[in-house]
């Protein structure tokens, strides 16, 4: 690989060394006094400022990962998906390999880039910010960061030899640069929502407002669960009635185990029996509902309509003052569900910078190529389809 990866992938190793010996020296000195004489006290000002500007390969150390998480959490431009919580399930979950980078100017993170690889031969080779997730790119607060995170992507697309790099932005990164194509498909929708329930009910276009009074007035109820199980059944039944592969169970469970209370679980049940589920994630003040279904008899009593209410009661009394409903293809019906609940679609400038490729991706169920398989999966077998689809959706992102 180039210098620039080189050198990040050594200093990561040089840490990982470097935190094992403390970690063994820790265990050695167990239980002795410590000599405040020989406490690390922190470099001044100008010490820091003298300090190189790097490029840095995120590694497992627990002290390191919540710098990056806290860099996330304070910069304007990142999002929940450059968490580095995502490391672990894309690595894990799929066993994708990932690049996590980030910069350093003056011993301050100064921005984040991560990465992953996608490779199969049904959908392709290419590295992606961030698969499995609907925004992604570089979130830097600092020129020189933004340019050396491109600069770092840019080689390892090259020396991996893929046919696209891919940057998933929630804001255009590089108008006008000719290295970067974009293509018209996803929106994504967000809307400001206030601690009061009677302002949010009638913010909702009337006909989708009867909608959610029928299932305040079926007697819908929402619970949060502790684990995935009855959210993950309404959903596989929702995705295969769709034509859609499914997610692995395990996948939204280790969703929930890393992410802990910023992630919630929420099922919707009549006289306890279960309706719909919705996985939501939950940053700064913004909740986002991310994987719902419902089952059958939700399109009975307008179950999906009264549990995005549910969860947008629950989030605004928790603090929460935005709705962020997440992306849709254009020409869908997920598209215009969300248009029905007077959310503005906002085109999503997703980037792509063609490598061994010579045409952009269109990899996505609107694609003719992909109407006979949709077809085919509709008619199989619900179990089989829950066996098959994680084979499936893991090479998708």
Sequence with gaps: MTSIIEAAAERRAARA??????????????????????????????????????????????????????????????TFFH????????????????????????????????????????????????????????????????????????????????????????????????????????YTFRKAISGNDEENMNAIPRKQRAMVRKGIKL????????????????????????????????????????????????????????????????FRDEVLPYYGGGMDLAREVAGNDFMYWNLMQAAAAKGCRMFDFGRSKKGTGAFDFKKNWGFTAQPLPYEYQLFAADALPDVNPLNPKYQLFIKLWKAMPLPLANALGPFIVKNLG
């Design 219 to 282: 007697n819908l109820q929402g619970e949060v669960d502790d684990n995935v199980d009855r959210m993950f059944t309404a959903y596989a039944h929702s995705v295969h009635r769709l034509g859609t592969p499914v997610f692995p169970k395990k996948y939204f469970a280790l969703l929930k185990e890393t992410f802990k209370d910023d992630c919630e679980v929420r099922v919707i049940t009549q006289d306890g029996q279960l309706v719909a589920g919705v996985l939501s994630f939950f």
């Design 17 to 78: 060394k470097a935190e094992a010996e403390a970690a063994t020296a820790l265990a050695v000195a167990a239980g002795k006094p410590v000599n405040q004489d020989q406490a690390q006290v922190p470099a001044p000002d100008d010490a820091a400022a003298a300090l190189p500007v790097l490029v840095q390969l995120l590694g497992s150390g627990a002290e390191e990962r919540a710098r990056w998480d806290a860099f996330v959490q304070a910069c304007p431009e990142a």
């Design 83 to 186: 968490r580095s919580g995502w490391q672990t399930i894309i690595e894990q979950c799929y066993r994708h390999p990932t690049w996590f980078f980030y910069v350093e100017e003056g011993g301050v993170i100064t921005g984040v880039l991560p990465l992953a690889r996608m490779k199969s031969r049904m959908f392709g080779h290419y590295l992606a910010s961030l698969p499995f997730c609907v925004y992604g790119g570089v979130a830097a607060t600092t020129d020189t960061a933004r340019k050396l995170l491109d600069q770092a992507a840019e080689e390892l697309a090259a020396a991996l030899g893929v046919g696209h790099l891919e940057y998933r932005n929630y804001a255009p990164a590089h108008p006008g640069d000719p290295k970067w194509q974009g293509k018209d498909l996803y």
